[in-house]
C-alpha cells in the first residue's frame, strides 16, 4: 500500500511537472494604455540594410507625427507628404529596451505598412550580429502577401531535418532551388544572408493582411524550439484573447525551428524586440523592378512619391510579452 501510495504522488507529480511547463505567466502587455514607446528606444542612426530611409529620433517621430497614441492603438508611420531629401525617407526603427533569452510573444494589430518600396518587419535580434542570433518574425517587402519568418545565425545552425509535418508552412528556396533550410547568413547554395525561412499562408502580409483587418501572431521561442502562430481576429483562440496562452492548444504551427544538436539554443542570446519600416535597400531594392515593374528605380519612386506612403504604418493593438514558471 505505501509502494503504491508513493508511485501515485509521483506520476502526480509528474503530471503536475509537465503542465506547470506549458504555464505562462504575462510579464508586460505593452500597448497605448501603459505608454507602449517607453519601453523602446528610437533607433536614429544609418539604416544597417542600406535602405532609403532617414530613422528619426524620439523626438522628431512625435513632432513629426510619425508615431501616436490613436484610439487606443499604437500607431508608427512615417513621411507621407514630403519629397525626401537626405539619406532617405523619414520613418522610425524602435528596439527594445529588455532584452530576452525566451517567452511567448503575443502581437496583435490591425495594419502593417504596404506599399511599393516598403520593406516592414517585427523581429528580434540579438547584439555582435549575427552572433546571437536573428528571428524576424514579420517580414516582407513591396506588394508580398505572405508573410515570411526567418531565422539568421552564425555557422552551425540547420533546420534540414526538421520534418514537413511539424509546420504548415513552405520553406523559402535558395540560390539553387532547393529549400533554404540553413540559417547561417553566409550558408552555401543559399543567397547572401537568406537565413532559413518559412513562408505563411496567402493574406498574412501588406494590403491582403490589412483588408483582413490584420490577425494576431504568436512567437513562442524555448531552448527547444521556436514555432510561430498565426490567426485572423475572428480566430484567435480563446485562451489567447483571455490571457491565459496555452500554445499546446494551438494546433500546428505555420513555423517551426527545432533547437537542439542540428542547431543548439545558444546561437540565440539577450534579443531586443524590434519594429522598423524602411525602404528599398538590400532587400525591397534588389527586387524592386520584379516586383514593381514600370516604376523606376526604387529610390527614385521613394524619394518622389509620398502619397505612395500613406499606407506605409503599424497599427498595433498591443504586444504581450509572457514567460514561462
Request: net charge negative; proline share 5%.
Amino acid at each position: 500500500m505505501k509502494n503504491f501510495i508513493i508511485n501515485l504522488l509521483l506520476i502526480i507529480l509528474i503530471f503536475y511537472l509537465n503542465s506547470v511547463e506549458n504555464v505562462y505567466y504575462l510579464e508586460r502587455n505593452l500597448n497605448a494604455s501603459n505608454n507602449f514607446f517607453d519601453s523602446f528606444n528610437f533607433y536614429n542612426g544609418p539604416d544597417p540594410t542600406h535602405g532609403y530611409v532617414y530613422y528619426t529620433s524620439r523626438q522628431e517621430a512625435f513632432d513629426w507625427g510619425y508615431v501616436s497614441y490613436t484610439n487606443n492603438k499604437v500607431r508608427i508611420g512615417c513621411d507621407s507628404w514630403s519629397v525626401s531629401v537626405g539619406s532617405g525617407r523619414g520613418s522610425v526603427r524602435i528596439e527594445s529596451y529588455e532584452s530576452f533569452d525566451n517567452g511567448l510573444f503575443i502581437f496583435d494589430l490591425d495594419h502593417m505598412p504596404s506599399g511599393c518600396g516598403t520593406w516592414p518587419a517585427y523581429w528580434l535580434c540579438g547584439p555582435n550580429w549575427p552572433n546571437n542570433g536573428e528571428i524576424d518574425v514579420i517580414e516582407g517587402v513591396s506588394d508580398q502577401n505572405r508573410d515570411q519568418t526567418t531565422l539568421h545565425t552564425n555557422d552551425g545552425c540547420s533546420m534540414s531535418s526538421v520534418s514537413s509535418n511539424s509546420f504548415t508552412g513552405q520553406w523559402a528556396t535558395g540560390s539553387n532551388g532547393q529549400p533554404a533550410t540553413n540559417c547561417y547568413v553566409n550558408a552555401p547554395n543559399q543567397y547572401s544572408n537568406q537565413g532559413c525561412g518559412v513562408f505563411a499562408s496567402s493574406n498574412t502580409f501588406g494590403s491582403a493582411f490589412n483588408n483582413n483587418g490584420g490577425g494576431v501572431y504568436a512567437t513562442e521561442w524555448t531552448s527547444s524550439f521556436i514555432r510561430v502562430w498565426f490567426w485572423r481576429h475572428d480566430s484567435v483562440p480563446y485562451d489567447v484573447r483571455n490571457g491565459s496562452p496555452n500554445p499546446s492548444s494551438w494546433g500546428t504551427p505555420y513555423a517551426y525551428f527545432q533547437l537542439g544538436s542540428n542547431c543548439p539554443s545558444s546561437h540565440f542570446k539577450s534579443q531586443q524586440i524590434i519594429i522598423n519600416l524602411t525602404f528599398c535597400g538590400d532587400w525591397a531594392g534588389s527586387t524592386f523592378g520584379q516586383d514593381c515593374p514600370g516604376l523606376g528605380n526604387c529610390n527614385d519612386y521613394v524619394k518622389n512619391n509620398p502619397s505612395a506612403f500613406k499606407n506605409a504604418y503599424w497599427l498595433i493593438n498591443n504586444l504581450a510579452i509572457y514567460k514561462n514558471h
